[in-house]
């Protein structure tokens, strides 16, 4: 028994890593276009709509889908169905009531939360949004059911549907409100129905396929006597709670610097109404952009986690601390040329991607290419620690980053010479912060310190070299095109075609040299799947 569900856990996590970069895929395709069919300032009252919708989502979920997946995943390995059906049916009454408050609070007060935000122009939006967050309630408790069965798959399926739906029905009605000549609030609010329908869809497929594959009812022949609704309660909130608490702290430090950030502009910083939502919203867009290399880091931390905890208890604190210096130096192999690109193409990208955007975000988007490698490396010693058996350290490390991100950026936004660009730094300082603070936990509670030079080196010098030949590629072939004058899809040739080859120059450069300066080795390969047998096909020792 213990054998096969080993089995279904490695295969399920095979599926929802598939399944997450598939979901990360068709969330770019749906912000992309979406940022090209609002103007900035519609795109940023979208931003800060999501902001709210999240923060109330992460209070309701973050933490009693684990808990309700944990309990019954207890209960089903002890056969006690009866028990399993009482977790199942107090966690589904938890979820709707918790569900319930966070719709009606956004569908009774939509105008009183905008103005909270800085940003009245949400108010629509807030309301559309609004029943999205009962619908994923219910959702989650049908997640925590398949879960605790060691099944991810429908859950893995239910998140595809679920951005599928988003980007059909949220890209249909936002293009067929602009093209009708609705007002940008309307084509936002638009944009956002397709959350709500995506989250009603994404809800009966779960529902549908539990129900189908599981004995979701009180089993007639069980024998185990349940225990009472307040007990199973009792223990999703313990469970559950501290997890809340801790994966909402960054939810609400964000909420809170979107909020800070458009007061600042209409305040100290002395911006009209507009003029702040255009430069909110081109910030916004430019976030779009750097969120993308986390797409990468997320899956790989569902094979780095486990292989640091396992290395602890089977090989001892020397054996972890090394694959967690491995895990480390793969991730700066992976999002660290992501992060130098980014910034030393910042200009082509948002012209490539948005070109009907505010001349701000080529900047904007450099400063972030530079914080992207901090975010990643932060995600990734939050996650060690844990695996290390240090769970409420990154807690201390995320309360730092998000109180120097909230002050940097009251501080600089104000600043009317700074403006917008002091929020990138907010977020740079935020991330600096808290991958230091973690790597000086690391320092004291693992058994030897990570060796930066390891970690930074080879990598680092192929990334500039990569960064290097990609900018001379652009800037040459952009002279040589100055005159070309049409366009694809709205974007210039002359800023497309040397773009695309810039970053496909930049891609070839940079695998060559990872591989001839060794800057990844065999035991780097060991933690992906298959690995072993791809370092062996590229010559990797």
């Given at each position: ?129 609004a029943p999205s967050v009962v619908l994923v309630c219910v959702t989650a408790a049908y997640r925590g059911y398949a879960q605790g069965h060691s099944d991810m798959i429908p859950s893995t399926v239910s998140q595809v549907i679920e951005t599928a739906v988003k980007v ?142 396992a290395a602890r208890m089977k090989d001892g604190p020397a054996a972890a601390a090394d694959i967690a210096e491995s895990s480390m130096r793969m991730c700066t192999l992976l999002c660290l040329p992501m992060a130098i690109g980014m910034a030393v193409l910042a200009e ?194």
């Amino acid at each position: 028994m213990a054998e096969k569900k080993g089995q279904n856990f490695l295969h399920g996590a095979a599926i929802y890593t598939v399944g997450i970069i598939l979901v990360k895929i068709l969330g770019a395709v749906y912000k992309i276009p979406l940022g090209n069919i609002l103007d900035d300032a519609g795109f940023g009252v979208f931003d800060i709509t999501y902001k709210i919708y999240n923060f109330f989502l992460t209070i309701a979920t973050a933490g009693l889908p684990v808990a309700m997946s944990r309990l019954i995943s207890e209960a089903d390995s002890l056969d006690r169905e009866n028990q399993v059906y009482r977790i199942f049916r107090a966690g589904t009454m938890t979820f709707l009531a918790l569900g319930a408050v966070g719709t009606a609070i956004m569908m009774l007060f939509p105008a009183e939360i905008g103005a909270y935000m800085n940003n009245v122009q949400t108010s629509r939006s807030i309301f559309v949004m609004a029943p999205s967050v009962v619908l994923v309630c219910v959702t989650a408790a049908y997640r925590g059911y398949a879960q605790g069965h060691s099944d991810m798959i429908p859950s893995t399926v239910s998140q595809v549907i679920e951005t599928a739906v988003k980007v059909v029905v949220g890209l249909g009605c936002a293009g067929y409100l602009y093209r009708a000549g609705y007002s940008m609030e309307i084509c936002v609010a638009g944009a956002i129905l397709g959350t709500t329908v995506s989250s009603l869809a994404a809800m009966v497929y779960m529902m549908v396929a539990v129900h189908r594959k599981y004995q979701v009812r009180p089993p007639r022949e069980a024998a185990d006597t349940p225990p009472s609704y307040k007990w199973v309660v009792s223990n999703l909130l313990r469970i559950g709670i501290p997890i809340t608490i801790s994966t909402s702290i960054m939810s609400v430090i964000q909420l809170l610097d979107a909020g800070i950030t458009m007061g600042q502009l209409k305040g100290a910083a002395g911006y009209a109404d507009t003029a702040a939502g255009v430069l909110y919203g081109v910030y916004s867009k430019a976030m779009t952009v750097y969120n993308v290399p986390s797409a990468f880091v997320v899956p790989f931390l569902s094979s780095i986690v486990p292989a640091v905890a396992a290395a602890r208890m089977k090989d001892g604190p020397a054996a972890a601390a090394d694959i967690a210096e491995s895990s480390m130096r793969m991730c700066t192999l992976l999002c660290l040329p992501m992060a130098i690109g980014m910034a030393v193409l910042a200009e082509p990208c948002m012209q490539v991607l948005y070109p009907n955007a505010s001349g701000q975000g080529p900047l904007l988007l450099f400063e972030l290419g530079i914080t992207c490698y901090f975010m990643t490396m932060s995600l990734m010693t939050n996650s060690i620690l844990p695996a290390n058996g240090n769970e409420r350290l990154p807690l201390i490390a995320i309360l730092l980053g998000g109180t120097a991100k909230v002050v940097v950026t009251y501080v600089l936004v104000g600043n009317p010479n700074i403006n917008i660009y002091g929020a990138p730094l907010g977020t740079l300082s935020c991330y600096l912060v808290m991958l230091g603070t973690n790597l000086f936990f690391m320092a004291r509670h693992m058994a030897r310190p990570m060796n930066i030079g390891r970690i930074l080196g080879r990598s680092g010098l192929s990334a500039i070299i990569m960064a290097i030949a990609a900018w001379a590629v652009w800037s040459l072939l952009h002279g040589l095109m100055g005159g070309v004058t049409s366009s694809v899809a709205g974007r210039p040739v002359n800023v497309i075609l040397p773009f695309v080859i810039a970053v496909g120059v930049g891609v070839v450069v940079y695998c060559v040299l990872v591989i001839a300066l060794r800057a990844i080795t065999m035991e780097d390969m060991k933690l992906f799947p298959k690995g072993e047998k791809l370092a062996k096909k590229l010559h990797i020792h």
